[in-house]
């Protein structure tokens, strides 16, 4: 006496199985087209923050060098000479101090 079995196996469809792997491909197509929109958007920040600093380096050497020609323009050296050569200023200075009363009278 045999016993036999009446459960029929169940068989996956092939039309389920290519659906699958296709739904399997488009994930990772998905996921490499992500991955590479942020590698390029990385590496394009760090070019914009590198040129911004080379930017900002820039200016801060000329606001320098604009501050140290400001200073050598107002220096009491430079303006003492220009008042002798070219305005024909003298430096004689009194040795006695006189006062001006603001009073008429």
Not at 32 to 37: A, D
Request: proline content about 1%.
């Amino acid at each position: 006496m045999t016993i036999q079995n009446d459960i029929s196996q169940k068989k996956v469809q092939p039309q389920e199985i290519e659906f699958l792997w296709l739904v399997i491909i488009c994930l990772i197509f998905c996921e490499l087209l992500v991955y590479t929109w942020v590698r390029t958007e990385s590496t394009q920040t760090i070019l914009r923050v590198s040129k911004t600093q080379t930017a900002h380096i820039k200016k801060t050497s000329y606001n320098k060098a604009l501050s140290l020609e400001r200073d050598r323009l107002k220096s009491d050296d430079r303006i003492t000479r220009i008042a002798k050569t070219q305005l024909n200023l003298s430096t004689d200075t009194l040795e006695q101090t006189i006062y001006l009363s603001g009073e008429e009278g």
